[in-house]
């Protein structure tokens, strides 16, 4: 099977609307100007007004966040018991190719659900299917991606690095690190790129599926399980510094500061 790339990332939070300040006032990203399953309308109704207004709000409180061509990236979802990852999705490049990673899931003994036509919608894709990976993390795939190429952000001269590259990358905590690795490198066809080793065992490998260094990293700290971080990479240095700026005038903690891995 072949994975193009990170395609898209949902999560839970108590507030999404702080998401929605976060996303555009700090980090840069757009709301999205269409929620997924919210219609377009037609090039011949230049009047058609889309029902959300442009503000990333679905009507159950969900935000959506954009950063490049791509409707949306970022899906961020009321939920007071699960503040983690509620998907993770990753694009391949048409209909064959999803049921050809279908099937190669069902030869490896995964368990694959296909999404309803409701689900797609609600991803803003042609179709998909689910499963879990070994550490239980929810994952989709997809294809057929829909485009919105009027991404500018709220931010002046702030650009991401996005596109055909996928979102970002994406670490996540996994207590059975080994039996993950081996999913995602001899079933979802990542490679290894590089790897963090620490004397108790613990560490990180980090694993391509794309001329990005890596796009999922797997790492082992005890019996956690979960999201690490996310990454989105940005233009240049004087990005990250005037990114790092904003972060530090709005008071939000830093766990890690500048600096070279």
């Known amino acids: 099977m072949h994975i193009k790339s990170l395609g898209y990332i949902g999560f839970g939070a108590k507030d999404p609307l702080e998401w929605l300040n976060f996303g555009t006032e700090i980090l840069g990203m757009m709301p999205a100007r269409a929620i997924p399953g919210e219609s ?6 230049p009047d058609f007004k889309i029902a959300s207004g442009g503000k990333g709000i679905a009507d159950d409180g969900s935000v959506y966040l954009k950063l490049d061509e791509y409707q949306w990236r970022l899906g961020i979802h009321p939920d ?3 503040n983690g990852i509620l998907y993770i999705g990753f694009e391949v490049d048409n209909v064959a190719e999803l049921e050809k990673s279908k099937e190669h899931l069902i030869s490896n003994k995964v368990d694959v659900l296909d999404g309803t036509d409701d689900e797609a919608k609600s991803r803003s894709v042609g179709g998909l299917i ?4 070994p550490s239980g993390n929810p994952i989709e ?3 057929e991606p829909t485009l919105d190429y009027k991404f500018s952000s709220p931010i002046p001269d702030h650009s991401f690095v996005a596109s055909s590259f996928g979102l970002g990358h994406v670490m996540i905590l996994a207590a059975n690190r080994e039996q993950t690795f081996d999913f995602y490198t001899k079933i979802m066809g990542f490679k290894l790129s590089d790897y963090i080793s620490f004397m108790n065992g613990d560490g990180a490998w980090f694993m391509r599926c794309n001329p990005r260094h890596h796009t999922m990293a797997l790492s082992k700290f005890g019996e956690a399980n979960g999201m690490h971080h996310i990454m989105f990479e ?3 240095i004087d990005t990250v510094g005037r990114a790092l700026d904003r972060v530090n005038k709005a008071g939000v903690p830093i766990s890690s500061t500048l600096g070279k891995h």
Request: glycine share 6%; proline share 5%.
């Open 141 to 143: 795939i997809y294809y």
């Open 130 to 133: 689910k499963f879990s990976d």
């Open 234 to 236: 940005v233009d240049s």
């Open 80 to 82: 007071n018991d699960n």
């Open 40 to 45: 377009w309308g037609f090039p011949q109704d």
